[in-house]
């Protein structure tokens, strides 16, 4: 039993850190989402909300060169 252990530490130490990393993926995806949604509130998928914040990112940088040009 004893020569399992260090085996059984570093599994559930894995476990662990693959479930934060899905914790920590599924709040980003969360964010991304309500932030697309204040902007198109249709926006239903993390595909469809990265590109309404890049279009609007897009947007935004194509204003503010015009007002340089100006």
């Known amino acids: 039993m004893s020569d399992f252990l ?3 530490i570093m599994g559930v130490i894995f476990v662990i850190l693959f479930t934060l990393a899905i914790v920590y993926w599924v ?3 969360k964010s ?3 932030r697309a949604r204040k902007i198109d509130p249709s926006v ?3 595909t469809e ?3 309404v914040l890049q279009k ?3 947007q935004s940088f194509g204003n503010n ?3 340089t040009k100006n």
């Open 32 to 34: 991304v989402i309500e």
């Open 49 to 51: 909300a990265q590109y």
């Open 56 to 58: 609007d990112i897009a």
């Open 65 to 67: 060169d015009n007002e």
């Open 6 to 8: 260090p085996f059984i």
């Open 27 to 29: 709040k980003q995806n």
């Open 44 to 46: 239903k998928t993390i």
